[in-house]
């Protein structure tokens, strides 16, 4: 990454379930969204079936036209985990596999590698670290989405690990309206208030990631979506307030920062216009973004009809040739100071920084490796217990021949 590189932080891939889902679906019930119909109409395909190649090959044009935007980072995003680690694909709405965006980013210059870890899982620190080895520059959490508590004690841990890699976290704080969620309405309300089960107020899972040394990124600047859109407006208002509070104070928390993506949505436009001067006093505290493809609409003055107007003009200008990242710069340019449109670069892991060994970084953490299954490490083990023993590996064949009600493997040469 170059200082000058203008990057946005928040852009989002997937596809439909039944092509490779592997590496990516999104459920039936996202498919019956409003987010979904944006996707859609924002890259095009309204007209077509919407496939993974389809809109991948549409975001990747795009970036590469855009005459501002320099690279794009693309956001994974795990399963839903139920508290004993399991991966849970019914409970699933949205998945982006960190193999595919590894992949991709490996192929295109254009694009930065965004991971997603699940903190339940039984091998979530292999697993990150295996992602910053694979350039990965941040690590995206939906909590509601992913069935994260961010005050589990399984994500105090994962923020260690964090900031053993000098990985940030760039968490969705404030009410979600895009994914939907198989959390409770109350639980998916206090995980994304950054309260979690173990906080006692909006905002205790910053204090939590921050106080064990990782760096956080505060999708959207936690701003609500408006009493228009948003019947628990006034619950969002607070959540809001303490995030402000926080990004105010550089002192107290010196490795938080705010992205303004989707800052181009008419319903925001109070909240954003409320944050604009601690973003002019304090530049490199905000990270530039899109959240593509949440349609680029409008930055206006705050009055009706302009914004209605303005929205119906976004709208029939869908027929003409026009690049989405290009749009929502030019909008906030008007708006934002130059320092913020580079910041990412002091912020992102340098994909090519080294990393700790793992089972330096293992240690460090106070960790084991994983209660996963692994053939090479279990036969490692059984060779070393045999030679303990004064057995070789003919007789730990033999053994385990044994065990499992078959003849001996003879031991010597074979005929």
């Known amino acids: 990454m170059r200082e000058s590189d203008v990057i946005d932080v928040h852009v989002h891939l997937g596809g439909p379930a039944g092509e490779n889902e592997a590496m990516y679906f999104w459920s039936e019930s996202f498919q019956k969204t409003a987010s979904f119909e944006a996707i859609k109409l924002v890259t095009g395909l309204g007209g077509h079936q919407v496939t993974g190649l389809r809109y991948l090959s549409v975001l990747l044009q795009q970036i590469q036209q855009s005459r501002h935007v320099d690279r794009a980072v693309l956001l994974g995003l795990d399963m839903y985990h139920d508290e004993d ?12 596999a960190n193999a595919y ?22 091998d979530a620190l292999e697993r990150l ?11 995206k959490w939906l909590p509601s989405s992913m069935g994260v508590d961010p005050t589990h004690p399984l994500a105090v841990r994962f923020y260690r690990a964090l900031a053993a890699l000098d990985l940030p976290l760039l968490i969705h704080v404030g009410r979600e309206a895009t994914i939907p969620s198989d959390l409770s309405p109350d639980h ?113 003055e705050g009055k009706l009809l302009p914004e209605i107007l303005r929205a119906f003009e976004w709208l029939a200008g869908r027929v003409l040739p026009s690049n989405d990242f290009d749009k929502n710069y030019e909008l906030l ?22 990393f700790p060994d793992l089972p330096v970084f293992l240690r460090r953490l106070g ?49």
């Open 188 to 300: 998916a309300r206090l995980y994304n208030s950054a309260a979690g089960r173990g906080g006692a107020e909006p905002g205790t899972a910053l204090d939590l990631a921050l106080d064990a040394g990782a760096s956080v990124i505060v999708a959207h600047c936690a701003t609500p979506l408006g009493p228009v859109l948003e019947r628990d407006d006034a619950h969002w208002q607070d959540v809001y307030a303490a995030v402000r509070r926080r990004l105010a104070d550089p002192d107290a928390y010196p490795r938080l920062y705010g992205d303004v993506s989707a800052f181009c949505l008419p319903g925001r436009l109070y909240y954003v216009k409320e944050i604009l001067p601690l973003i002019h006093e304090l530049p490199l505290r905000f990270l530039y973004g899109s959240d593509y493809p949440v349609p680029v609409v409008s930055l206006s």
């Open 129 to 139: 670290w295996r992602c910053a080895r694979g350039g990965a520059v941040l690590c």
């Open 367 to 415: 960790a084991g490796r994983s209660r996963f299954f692994s053939l090479p490490r279990a036969l490692r083990r059984l060779f070393k217990r045999g030679s303990r023993h004064g057995d070789g590996p003919d007789q730990v064949r033999a053994d385990r021949g044994s065990a499992k009600g078959r003849p001996p493997v003879a031991s010597g040469p074979r005929s």
């Open 333 to 354: 340019e008007r708006y934002l100071p130059a320092p913020t449109f580079t910041a990412a670069t002091r912020v992102l892991r340098d994909p090519q920084a080294p």
């Open 101 to 122: 965006l590894e992949h991709m980013c490996a192929i295109y210059p254009e694009f930065l590698y965004g991971c997603s870890v699940h903190p339940y899982c039984h």
């Open 85 to 96: 680690g399991v991966r849970r694909p019914e409970h699933t709405n949205l998945f982006v």
